[in-house]
């Protein structure tokens, strides 16, 4: 069994499908309640693959500006305090199911043949596959379905807890506001910094949340930081913060939280005075990670800049990368966090370069998985066999096939994680401060 954070799991999986509910320009939400314990054991691949399955069915039987979300909840288990189950729900406003179909849409090659679903794409083997899974690792799976109203399936799972990590996660006593217009949500997250020793205070909505601030603002008692959720209906996070800022001004850190893509927003969101960002879902990890860079060193204050990040200065990375522009790239964007990046054009260039360095001249190797010569997964495999005592370095993936079976492809060649390109500076930044501390 693999140590799994259900945190990195979520968020690999928000990556890989964003893009396609981008295209369709659905909705995607992922609601987290009432976690016990983030860090579990559980292999890994099969669970991407069963959640994987389950949202590409979501979005496939989904029509465009339809919506999608996945909720993730834990209790007590029956099997006793060394497990926790963890209930996973994916539910969208599609096409839904009749009664006759949900009875057998487990069964191989099962498809609801009417004219709505004739020219979707599909074998039918996915839920059968899905429920395969599922049994295999001593869970359930049912689903709830409506005709035109949509579809919900529910994985249960009775996960082995690891050895809790979280203690530690404490953060200043900060009066914090909390803005999203899904209540669930809010309180969610609110709870969620209670834990790490935060009080944070809910809004609804964009108006309300300025309100608010305002009036602690006129008192002398502004908030230390502003979480605002980036899809508000009638004023978004956006907004909010560039109102925000006229009202309270520049030094209080304004952070926008969401499950979607914001580098086309980026530039306006810094432009309305926001600080930062947060990817959902907000597990306790999620948000002290994300709020631990305005610690200050003791005086229970917030520092306003958001770029904070530990000094790579010096840290060697090898890229291996066929493309002359994807390499000028990456090496451009993390050469300003202080790493040296050496270029490989091939697989087999990155062997050799890996070889012929002393043992821990490179901290981390950055894996294109096709290339010419020898592909990423031949080249992993190279390194962990070269019987060097750094032939564990950490190995890091990038791809744009960011698919469930790829990703098992890359565990399975000794691969520690992967990114998805085109690369999401963010994301890859969180991964080598994962390996590299």
């Known amino acids: ?62 029509p465009e500006g339809g919506s999608i979300s996945m909720t993730l909840s834990q209790e007590d288990s029956p099997r006793g305090e060394d497990y926790v189950r963890t209930h996973f729900r994916v539910r969208d406003n599609g096409i839904g199911m009749s009664p006759e179909f949900q009875n057998r849409i487990f069964e191989s090659f099962m498809r609801e043949d009417n004219n709505r679903v004739q020219k979707i794409e599909g074998t039918g083997l996915g839920m059968t596959i899905t429920k395969y899974i599922v049994d295999e690792m001593q869970g359930t799976i049912e689903v709830e379905s ?89 004023m978004d996070g956006i907004e909010t913060a560039r109102q925000l800022r006229k009202t309270i001004g520049e030094e209080v850190p304004i952070l926008l939280i969401s499950a979607y893509d914001w580098s086309g927003v980026e530039e306006e969101a810094r432009q309305a005075g926001i600080s930062g960002f947060i990817a959902k879902p907000l597990f306790k990890s999620t948000l002290y990670y994300g709020l631990s860079r305005f610690a200050a060193s003791g005086d229970g204050t917030a520092e306003p800049s958001a770029e904070a990040m530990p000094d790579y200065t010096g840290r060697r990375l090898l890229l291996a990368e066929d493309n002359d522009l994807n390499w000028e790239i990456a090496n451009e964007l993390l050469s300003a966090h202080g790493f040296v990046l050496d270029w490989a054009e091939n697989g087999q260039i990155c062997v050799d370069k890996f070889r012929a360095a002393q043992p821990g001249f490179y901290d981390a190797v950055l894996m294109d998985l096709r290339m010419p010569v020898m592909n990423g997964y031949e080249a992993a495999k190279a390194i962990r066999a070269s019987g060097r005592a750094d032939a564990d370095i950490p190995i890091i993936a990038m791809t744009a096939d960011a698919f469930s079976e790829d990703i098992q492809k890359c565990l399975e060649c000794g691969m520690n994680a992967h990114v998805s390109k085109p690369i999401d500076i963010r994301e890859l930044l969180r991964l080598l401060q994962k390996y590299l501390g």
Not at 151 to 162: C, G, I, Q, T, Y
Not at 165 to 193: I, T
Not at 205 to 229: C, E, F, K, N
Request: proline share 4%; net charge negative; charged share 25%.
């Open 146 to 234: 409506e005709l035109n109203r949509g579809s919900e399936f529910h994985v249960v799972l009775d996960l082995e807890k690891a050895p809790c990590q979280e203690a530690d996660m404490v953060l200043p006593h900060w009066e914090m506001l909390v803005v999203d217009d899904d209540e669930q949500l809010c309180q969610s997250a609110v709870e969620s910094l209670r834990e790490i020793g935060i009080h944070a205070e809910p809004a609804l909505d964009g108006p309300t949340a300025i309100q608010m601030a305002a009036s602690r603002h006129q008192a002398g008692r502004d908030y230390h930081i502003v979480l605002l959720d980036w899809k508000m209906p009638g």
């Open 1 to 62: 069994m693999d140590l799994l954070s259900l945190r990195e799991v979520t968020e690999n999986i928000v990556n890989i499908i964003q893009p396609q509910v981008k295209t369709k320009q659905q909705s995607f939400d992922i609601f987290i309640q009432d976690i016990q314990t983030e860090q579990v054991y559980c292999d890994g691949v099969r669970l991407n693959q069963v959640l994987l399955n389950l949202l590409s069915n979501a979005l496939k039987f989904t």
